[in-house]
C-alpha cells in the first residue's frame, strides 16, 4: 500500500484508535476500514 508521507500520522492514528480495523485489496489497492462494526454500538 502506497501513501504520502503526509497521511501517515493519519493511519497510526487509525490504527492506534479505532477498533475493529480491517485492511482488504482489491484490484491492486489496499484500503482501510473501520465501518463494519454496526451502527449504534459503542464503547463498553
Known sequence: MHLP???FQS???ILR???PVYIYWAQNRG???TS???V???ES
Open 36 to 38: 463494519s462494526e454496526p
Open 31 to 33: 484500503f482501510l476500514s
Open 11 to 13: 493511519v497510526l492514528d
Open 5 to 7: 508521507s503526509s497521511m
Open 40 to 42: 449504534g454500538e459503542g
Open 17 to 19: 484508535n479505532e477498533s
